[in-house]
């Protein structure tokens, strides 16, 4: 009875977009292992997986799958865990003192769900005001990247993005606007393929109301070429 009633518990966690950190849930040792032996096990887990389900690895189309699996899960949609890929965001000063808003929109969001493992497929648009220090516009698509590439739940990975930027350019006022679609609402559930998630974080001069509104008017520009 215990085990069922803890069991909903997590089901209604999941359904409900609940998160219950700020920062990522990590172990103490999630590093000890090396890619090659994460792939390893991992591949062995999927295996395991897919037999449970009754698939037939032994047929051309499927014995290949848990290795596939195993490295995408290392090395590209949860890539973004490993602390030393976390993108080198060299910053310059402002020598041609630029002192108004830069947005940079439309940027990629491909993340997934830590509650079913499901993509959240959407765009980011991040902005800051420089205090002296300017960061390359690229390295704003690697960071929106890097917190993407993990289990994530979209209000956690907004913040991480904002908090991350403020570090680098050593400023509050930094802004970060997600929208995007989660296939575990679309694909599984209520399966409602319409509805896309918004979420924003405001740091510093982008909490009053004026700037807000202006960063929020330049991401409905037209920017189409």
């Given at each position: 009875m215990k085990i069922d009633k803890?069991?909903?518990?997590?089901?209604?966690?999941?359904?409900?977009?609940?998160?219950?950190?700020?920062?990522?849930?990590?172990?103490?040792?999630?590093?000890e292992l090396s890619d090659k032996e994460?792939?390893?096990?991992?591949?062995?887990?999927?295996?395991?997986?897919?037999e449970t389900l009754g698939l037939d690895l032994t047929d051309d189309s499927l014995k290949g799958t848990p290795q596939r699996v195993a490295k995408m899960f290392v090395n590209e949609?949860?890539?973004?865990?490993?602390?030393?890929?976390?993108?080198?965001?060299?910053?310059?000063?402002?020598?041609?003192?630029y002192g108004e808003m830069l947005v940079e929109k439309n940027i990629t969001v491909y993340s997934t769900c830590e509650h079913h493992l499901l993509p959240i497929v959407g765009r980011a648009h991040v902005a800051y005001i420089s205090n002296g220090t300017v960061v390359g516009l690229s390295k704003m698509n690697r960071i929106v990247d890097y917190y993407a590439k993990r289990p994530q739940v979209q209000e956690r990975m907004t913040m991480q993005?904002?908090?991350?930027?403020?570090?680098?350019?050593?400023?509050?006022?930094?802004?970060?606007?997600?929208?995007?679609?989660?296939?575990?609402?679309?694909?599984?559930?209520?399966?409602?393929?319409?509805?896309?998630?918004?979420?924003?974080?405001?740091?510093?001069?982008?909490k009053e109301d004026a700037v807000r509104r202006e960063f929020l008017d330049y991401i409905k520009l037209d920017t189409t070429f």
């Open positions: 803890a069991l909903e518990a997590i089901e209604a966690l999941g359904d409900n977009h609940v998160a219950t950190s700020a920062t990522t849930p990590l172990r103490e040792d999630a590093f994460k792939i390893a096990l991992i591949k062995d887990d999927v295996k395991h997986i897919m949609i949860f890539s973004g865990l490993h602390p030393q890929r976390k993108p080198d965001a060299s910053t310059f000063e402002n020598h041609y003192k993005i904002v908090q991350d930027l403020q570090v680098v350019l050593g400023t509050k006022d930094v802004a970060c606007v997600i929208d995007a679609k989660h296939l575990c609402v679309n694909s599984r559930g209520i399966r409602d393929i319409e509805s896309s998630t918004v979420t924003s974080e405001f740091g510093g001069k982008f």
